[in-house]
């Protein structure tokens, strides 16, 4: 079974940036679309950023167009979240997730899931 592991969360000031990383142990994730998803306490889980495991076709949630990317790194096995300028409403744990689905158009089932990194922005 696929296991999937965040890291990088941690605190940052408004107007900040971060990295986040997801990478597979044992498995390449270029087969795989790779969603990143953000629930904060009290709200519905957002997907924020999808990659497909195809072309790199990437699609973003309006919250974070233009401020989120989602980079492959294939070299080191890892799709990558960076996250520039960032509001303290970005405050959430975030989690990776892998699907079989070659699209991150329509619905996509989640097929696997880490268990999330925090990312707090506050002054």
């Known amino acids: 079974q696929l296991q999937l592991v965040e890291s990088g969360g941690g605190l940052v000031q408004p107007g900040g940036s971060l990295r986040l990383s997801c990478a597979a142990s044992?498995?390449?994730?270029?087969?795989?679309?790779i969603g990143w998803f953000r629930q904060a306490p009290g709200k519905e889980r957002e997907r924020v950023a999808c990659?497909?495991?195809?072309?790199?076709?990437?699609k973003y949630a309006d919250s974070v167009k233009g401020r989120f990317t989602i980079p492959r790194d294939s070299a080191k096995n890892t799709v990558d979240l960076q996250m520039n300028s960032l509001k303290p409403e970005d405050t959430a744990v975030y989690y990776c997730?892998?699907?079989?689905?070659?699209?991150?158009?329509?619905?996509?089932?989640?097929?696997?899931w880490g268990k999330g990194t925090l990312v707090t922005v506050s002054s």
């Open positions: 997730a892998a699907s079989g689905h070659r699209s991150c158009l329509g619905y996509v089932p989640w097929d696997y």
């Open positions: 044992g498995f390449t994730l270029d087969y795989y679309a």
């Open positions: 990659i497909s495991n195809s072309g790199g076709s990437t």
